[in-house]
C-alpha cells in the first residue's frame, strides 16, 4: 500500500506561483509512476503531468507545458508540482497519484490517491 499526502495549496493571484507537494508513504517502488491530476468545480478530473519514481522522466499535459516543473526526492520520499504563471483556470483541487503505468495520463491507470489539495487563483 502506498498513502499520499498533498500539501501547498491555497490562494494565489493570477500570474503567481505555487508549488505543491505530495508526501509518500509505504511500500514504493522504482517502477511506479507519480501523476499530478486536478479537477476543478462542474468538470472531469484531467491530467497536469506525471514522473517515475526512478529516473526522474517527466511527461505534462499541453495546458501546465513551460508553466510547471515535476520533481522528486526519493530520499525525502517527496513529489514536488511548480507551477508558475498561473491563471484563474488552474484554480481545482489537486490530487497526487501514485500508479504502475509509466509516462500514462489516464487517471484509472493509477491505483493510490491523496486527498487533494485546493489551488485557487484569483485576479
Known amino acids: 500500500q502506498v498513502q499520499l499526502v498533498e500539501s501547498g495549496g491555497g490562494l494565489v493571484q493570477d500570474g503567481g506561483s505555487l508549488r505543491l507537494s505530495c508526501a509518500v508513504s509505504?511500500?514504493?517502488?522504482?517502477?511506479?509512476?507519480m501523476g499530478w491530476f486536478r479537477q476543478a468545480p462542474g468538470k472531469e478530473r484531467e491530467f497536469v503531468g506525471t514522473?517515475?519514481?526512478?529516473?526522474?522522466?517527466?511527461s505534462y499535459a499541453g495546458s501546465m507545458k513551460g508553466r510547471s516543473t515535476l520533481s522528486r526526492d526519493n530520499a525525502k520520499k517527496m513529489v514536488y508540482l511548480q507551477m508558475n504563471s498561473l491563471k484563474l483556470e488552474d484554480t481545482a483541487v489537486y490530487y497526487c497519484?501514485?500508479?504502475?503505468?509509466?509516462?500514462?495520463?489516464?487517471?484509472?491507470?493509477?491505483?493510490?490517491w491523496g486527498q487533494g489539495t485546493q489551488v485557487t487563483v484569483s485576479s
Open positions: 497519484a501514485a500508479g504502475y503505468r509509466l509516462g500514462s495520463s489516464r487517471s484509472n491507470e493509477y491505483a493510490f
Open positions: 509505504g511500500r514504493i517502488s522504482n517502477n511506479y509512476a
Open positions: 514522473i517515475t519514481w526512478s529516473g526522474g522522466w517527466t
